[in-house]
């Protein structure tokens, strides 16, 4: 059976550099920082980071309370993600409901607030009298799909893969698949995460967040800089519309760019290590998925999130594939760690990087670290020519992913 | 607690958990049809009463009755009534 191409046509961005594509964009190629010092952290007894990236200027009132009241903060940011894709990919609206769009959105967890918030008043006398409806539909691991599919009134396939911070690269790639296999014309796929104090500490814990930093927020993350010290923890979400080629050309869509290949991989050596050769693998993968070369590859785009350990290991992963040809970087200096997120926040940059057809630097990279040498780590935005992307994320639990991007010229 | 302030209370828990216009909430509306709630919204009704008025009301068969807000300020005022 012939596998249809697959195309992005629409893109949806709620992030801690604005709520849409255009102004995560300006941001980007303009190096600001999505990145502040977040007051509440304060008061969290043993807690060290003082850091955030959230989303700022978002009106949830804007979705009627009938939705709203089964959405936590990272649905309400998957719902309006969802709906610009939507928006911009011009997608009908008599095709919501015919079968043929599907939902693969995922999240870390479900929402640590609204456990948080339930447990706080389920311990005052272990009552679970004033419990609410709306609770497990917050705190249920498919919230952001499910919210998302029942709002939009979408009524092809829902899933919702969880693999934290790899959780949205997965979902992109399997959309990619399921498109490709004919099982559904378009998928809304991506991921959505909210910021919640047990998030920093999970990495607090293990020396992966960084404190160096604390009174300068804008100087953190440092993604392969000598004076990294750890991530920086966000929220947000990004959606991408997914079509096959033949859907998105019969209705005369905009192709924005190509799905040209995925690759997920286990890495068994730790749960919460990476391994270089794990790394390695996965790309290469992806690169066969997608047929083509290591020599074809024009930017990778990160995962690297400021820590010492993963950034070594990226940096290490990336040589020993594309030596110091390929120009490397990452994102997460402006965005910090949008977590389920990050993996279609960065999509999206890197398909404005195709489209602007610029490579933008990694924000906060000064000194390049010797243990992250020998690859193209380039210090300056600048013009490129770009045909093909390789976009990377590593995840706890030891979930590797990679998408590889094609560039797309609308007729 | 005079009559009108049990209704008060009723009106203003109803109006925040549901975001309702105040002015929509005339005795005669349909909790359904005029106030748009559904089958969710009436079990946080529950709650939200009683919370509001610390009773316990939903094993109440009377509750099932319930259609318009003039019927959920009869039920709660005879509750208060055989609480006070």
Redesign the interface.
């Known amino acids: 059976m012939p596998l249809a191409s697959v195309v992005v046509t629409g893109i949806g961005i709620i992030s801690p550099l604005g709520n849409s594509l255009q102004e995560l964009m300006e941001g980007l190629r303009g190096g600001h920082s999505g990145v502040r010092i977040i007051p509440s952290l304060e008061k969290i007894g043993g807690l060290r980071p003082r850091l955030g990236a959230v989303v700022t200027g978002v009106d949830e009132k804007e979705i009627p309370?009938?939705f709203r009241?089964s959405m936590s903060a990272m649905s309400v940011f998957a719902y309006l993600a969802s709906q610009q894709a939507l928006k911009m990919a011009d997608y009908p609206e008599g095709q919501l409901g015919s079968g043929a769009l599907g939902v693969i959105i995922g999240s870390t967890l479900g929402s640590t607030t609204t456990s948080e918030n339930f447990f706080k008043d389920f311990f005052l006398d272990y009552s679970l009298?004033?419990?609410?409806?709306?609770l497990f539909f917050q705190m249920m691991g498919h919230s952001c799909a499910a919210n998302v599919a029942q709002s939009l009134g979408i009524t092809g396939r829902v899933l919702a893969p969880s693999a934290a911070c790899a959780t949205s690269c997965q979902a992109v790639g399997y959309a990619y698949e399921q498109i490709a296999l004919g099982r559904q014309e378009a998928i809304l796929c991506g991921g959505a995460d909210e910021f919640h104090p047990l998030t920093v500490a999970t990495f607090d814990i293990m020396h992966a967040a960084s404190t160096a930093f604390n009174l300068q927020p804008d100087a953190a993350p440092r993604p392969f800089d000598k004076r990294r010290d750890g991530m920086v923890c966000g929220e947000g979400s990004g959606i991408l519309l997914l079509e096959s080629k033949a859907s998105a050309r019969k209705r005369g869509a905009r192709i924005l760019a190509e799905v040209a290949g995925f690759a997920t991989t286990s890495d068994t050596s730790s749960i919460a290590n990476p391994d270089v050769g794990a790394m390695v693998t996965c790309m290469r993968l992806a690169m066969e998925d997608a047929g083509c070369s290591v020599e074809e590859i024009d930017y990778v785009n990160a995962h690297a999130t400021g820590t010492v350990q993963g950034d070594n290991a990226e940096a290490e992963a990336i040589r020993q594939l594309f030596g110091d040809r390929v120009p490397v970087s990452s994102l997460k200096g402006h965005l910090g760690h949008t977590m389920a997120a990050s993996g279609t926040i960065e999509l999206a940059g890197s398909i404005g990087m195709l489209q602007h057809q610029e490579l933008i630097a990694t924000r906060n990279l000064e000194r390049i670290d010797e243990n992250c040498a020998g690859i193209n780590c380039f210090q300056r935005t600048h013009a490129q020519p770009l045909k093909i992307v390789l976009k990377n994320n590593f995840a706890l639990g030891g979930i590797n992913s990679t998408i590889i991007l094609r560039g797309y010229q609308n007729d | 607690m005079t009559e009108q302030e049990v209704m008060e209370l009723i009106d203003s828990s109803l109006a925040e958990e549901?975001?309702l216009e105040r002015a929509e909430m005339i005795p005669e509306a349909n909790l359904y049809e005029d106030l748009?709630l559904?089958s969710?919204d009436t079990?946080?009704m529950v709650?939200v009463l009683?919370?509001a008025f610390n009773f316990?009301i939903r094993e109440e068969e009377a509750i099932r009755e319930i259609r318009t807000l003039g019927d959920i300020h009869r039920f709660v005022l005879s509750k208060v009534k055989q609480h006070s």
Do not use: N, W
């Not at chain 1, 009298?129 to 709306?134: D, H, S």
């Open positions: 309370r009938k009241r009298e004033r419990m609410k409806t709306g | 549901f975001e748009g559904d969710l079990v946080d709650i009683e919370g316990k």
